[in-house]
Nanobody, 114 residues
Framework: QMQLVESGGGLVQPGGSLRLSCAAS????????MGWYRQAPGKQREMVAVISRASTTNYANSVKGRFTISRDNAKSTVDLQMNSLKPEDTAVYYCRALPPLDSWGQGTQVTVSS
């Protein structure tokens, strides 16, 4: 069964930090590109960061230097460390196993507000 479960969202003040975690079933995780995406109200879903099995990473320009994606292949988890958060980072964040599997988690809300 393919499954992705996110955790770690919440409310944080501007400048604060949050860490998101995604637990994946092994059938999804083992050889797959994994990523974090987000969707703000009224906007299209966008890529935040992706990571290969070898931990090669790619980030959206808007989060470079502030967010860090990592994965633990033994535990089948992929995390997103978010620092220096801004109000414009407010969104629902989704974990994704990229194509060919193309599986999504249910999302976790991140709200950056004072």
């Amino acid at each position: 069964q393919m499954q992705l479960v996110e955790s770690g969202g919440g409310l944080v003040q501007p400048g604060g930090s949050l860490r998101l975690s995604c637990a994946a079933s092994r059938s999804i995780f083992s050889n797959n590109l994994m990523g974090w995406y987000r969707q703000a109200p009224g906007k299209q879903r966008e890529m935040v960061a992706v990571i290969s099995r070898a931990s090669t990473t790619n980030y959206a320009n808007s989060v470079k230097g502030r967010f860090t994606i990592s994965r633990d292949n033994a535990k089948s988890t992929v995390d997103l460390q978010m620092n220096s958060l801004k109000p414009e980072d407010t969104a629902v964040y989704y974990c994704r196993a990229l194509p060919p599997l193309d599986s999504w988690g249910q999302g976790t809300q991140v709200t950056v507000s004072s």
